[in-house]
């Protein structure tokens, strides 16, 4: 697989990573555990050195699941993390957000234990703590930097005055937000900001959660611990609505001998070279499909196609609820 460099920074990764989230968290029961080792190591002979976990994902337990998959092959792979909540260690519920200093110092060395590792490769705020300065943050991590602790600084779902402040303390190697063609406001102001200061881009979700792949349906049910079933966007009556779009793309597929899943994240990675986008799977076959994307170029002509065909469509349901909405976008 080809690899893309993260803004202007030294880090270099495949230009398709893994999210891993789902493996442990989110999306149901978490999956057996020997799977998902297996699945992980099964990415990387494939081409893929770009691997995405948190703290709070399980919480804790993706991030040792992370750590002893790639533990074998740690020096030819990188790791992301991420700080920012206040989570009970005794796997109690989560408690808000803490970007605290002292806290953000703890939060690296467990990660560091949990993932088997001397050293994070890119460690994101996961979400932007209002109490916090960004200053602080950004300080708090250079600290890190310069200890040989963390490599590389990042910030998740930030808005562009926040990415500013904390690129002039401690530049920002990479932001991570969702981004999709199903969302797309990192288009309006966040993109442009990145550009400008060098500094790279990683959509999560870019398969909408699972909905561009043409897999779900308004009559799809999910596990009662997945997290979909709050999501407005995930309503039978919003998945029907939008269900045009995966047609649309299901058209394209068709004439590119590609998958619907395909078609989306090749439009992310056509967007700028500096993009990598983290599809997440528990199956292998779906691995298999998300990685063909990275072989698959859209002509300028497909990409009018495809930007014409969302100008038609008016995507139903907000992506996320309030409460969770509005940790965002800070």
């Not at 030294?10 to 020997?34: H, K, T, W």
């Not at 260690?89 to 605290?100: A, D, E, F, I, Y």
């Not at 050293?119 to 602080?136: A, F």
Request: aromatic fraction near 6%.
């Amino acid at each position: 697989m080809e690899k893309r460099r993260l803004g202007k920074s030294n880090l270099e990764v495949s230009a398709i990573g893994l999210g891993c989230m789902g493996m442990s968290f989110g999306y149901g029961p978490p999956a057996d555990r020997q799977e998902m080792i297996a699945l992980i190591r099964s990415a990387f002979e494939r081409g893929v050195t770009f691997f995405d976990t948190a703290e709070v994902y399980g919480p804790f337990t993706n991030e040792e699941l992370v750590g002893e998959a790639l533990l074998p092959i740690r020096g030819k792979v990188a790791i992301a993390t991420k700080f920012g909540f206040d989570i009970d260690p005794k796997g109690g519920p989560q408690r808000g957000l803490n970007s605290r200093p002292e806290h953000i110092r703890e939060v690296a060395e467990a990660s560091l234990k949990r993932l088997k590792t001397d050293v994070i490769d890119l460690l994101y705020q996961h979400r932007v703590d209002p109490e916090v300065p960004i200053e602080d943050v950004a300080g708090a991590v250079k600290n890190l930097i310069r200890e040989g602790k963390v490599k590389h600084f990042g910030l998740s779902e930030a808005g562009v005055a926040t990415i500013r402040r904390a690129h002039a303390v401690q530049p920002v190697t990479a932001v991570q937000s969702e981004y999709s063609l199903w969302w797309r406001r990192p288009e309006k102001e966040v993109l442009p900001t990145l550009e400008e200061l060098g500094i790279g881009f990683v959509p999560y979700s870019p398969l909408g959660k699972g909905f561009l792949t043409g897999a779900i349906s308004e009559s799809t049910t999910f596990e009662s611990n997945d997290f979909r079933n709050i999501v407005p966007r995930f309503t039978p009556e919003a998945r029907k609505a939008n269900r045009g779009l995966v047609d649309r793309l299901s058209e394209i597929a068709g004439r590119k001998r590609a998958t619907p899943a395909q078609i989306a994240i090749a439009w992310l990675l056509a967007q700028r070279p500096w993009i990598v986008p983290i599809p997440g799977t528990t199956k292998l076959h779906r691995l298999e499909e998300n990685i063909g994307a990275a072989d698959i170029h859209l002509t300028a002509g497909e990409l009018r196609e495809i930007e014409g065909a969302l100008g038609e469509i008016a995507v139903q349901g907000e992506r996320y609820p309030e409460r969770l909405e509005q940790l965002t976008n800070r």
